[in-house]
């Protein structure tokens, strides 16, 4: 795209067109060159206006230019010959926005669109102005090829602009937080958004979805509904999801019905079963959710941002200690083997022994830290087989046995919920390994969506004393308070461990509103 600069020298360009047209028809009073002057202006300060908005793609392509140039030109030329100074213009625009072909093309449009309406409108085309039309239409042409040197360099892609780009908008965010009342809680916003429902539809249970993928994800809830009615609530939601292009598409099927609030969230539920057609339609409904729908969509693309952040950085992080820490680490193992193949004596050979050995240990616990980096939740694997991968690697490398127990169902929890209790998860067993001395780990993973519960039990020393170099109970909590989740750490009765995080959707009674933070 071109450069901001280069639409400054087209506007200098036209700018000095203006004058050097404008001098001679005002100094002889030329009236109808005036008004071809005013026609040509009002061309080009329409062209610089929306070259200000250029993603809206307002602006006139080159040769329609040309051509609009080329007309009025033909048509005033006889009033005022220094109006074809503005052929000179055309040619310079397409370089600057398109390149040396496009301008090419510019040229032979303004030289016919000038020419052939002369012809038709006069019937005749002077000497004279035979040789003012090729003159300007050649100094428009030589002016254009020497400028396109200056042009193409604008129009090479630069490679730091999608970051200044997010610069910006990361700045803008940044001072918009503050004023958002409502934060970006993805289950407070649509829980807030159920009540609202409940305020106009007489129901006896709503569900809120999300999609993900080809599946749907419930964000939040107003009932406990039994599988019977959770799996009819989400057949109304899949209906709406799949059925009319319309973002505002309704389904309502016997006593359950579903509409689109927005781009990507539905709501779905289930009406009393003794209760009578509502008067109020889905549609207006939908309608009047336009405030909330925003709120919940922000905070939904707020956290689709988070999770692509977090896992370009956690990539970043893998890659530099896989290629620098542990080569780095590895090498000096590869010294000390070096050393340790010839002795000076016995007591050397020792020394050599034990810095080998802990060589080794240090290289495993960087070899784990990076496969801690790099494992995420893809899109194709669910929660549990998720914690399983990692439980499997971590067991292979500690030779300590971690069996793990799934308890799922086929609905998927939100991703950036996955993702913080997939890393509780991955720290606690990793500091059971590291730490706890234990022989056996034991995980149990319960996923009911938008509820779940993950445990980690080891049959280690317990609950010992905060290190000062240890932040993983922090980190865990901290986690755990970013998706609403509840993070319990107990000493087992006979010994060992317990780690137990468990994410309970808030219900939220027919009628109530839940707490709003003051502005």
Known sequence: MPSSQTFAVVAAARLFALLAIGGPILWLRQSEGVVALLLIAAVWVYQGITATRRELELSLSPTTEAATIGIICAVSMNYGPAILAALVV??????????????????????????????????????????????????????????????????????LAPYRDAQEHLKQLLALAGSLSSGLDVGALGGELLSEVSDRIPNRGLVLYVPRGEALTPVASTSDLDPGDLAACETLAGDVRHGAKDRRATVEIGHGFAFRVSDQAIVAGLRPVDSEPSAVSLTEVASSLGDNAVKLDAALLFAQFRDAATADERNRLA????????????????????????????????????LRERVSVVVSEVRRSVMNLRTSIGEAESLGAAISNVARHLSESSGIPIRVRLDEQPQRLRPEVEAELFRIAQEAMNNAVKHARATSIDVRCQVYAPEAIITVTDDGVGLQSARSDSHGLKIMRERARLVGAELVVRDNASRGLTVSVSLKIPRHSVGSHPAVPAP
């Open 90 to 159: 055309p040619p310079l625009y397409a370089t600057a926005i398109a390149g040396t072909r496009t301008m090419m093309r510019t040229v032979l449009v303004e030289l016919i669109a000038v020419v052939a309406l002369a012809l038709m409108w006069w019937e005749r085309v002077t000497s004279e102005q035979a040789v003012a039309i090729f003159t300007w239409v050649m100094t428009g042409l030589g002016l254009s090829l020497i400028a396109s040197v200056t042009f193409s360099s604008d129009r090479q892609p630069d490679p």
């Open 319 to 354: 890659r530099e200690m896989h290629d620098g820490v542990a080569q780095d680490i590895a090498s000096l193992g590869y010294l000390v083997d070096a050393l340790a193949a010839r002795p000076a004596d016995e007591q050397q050979a020792k020394v050599l022994g034990m």
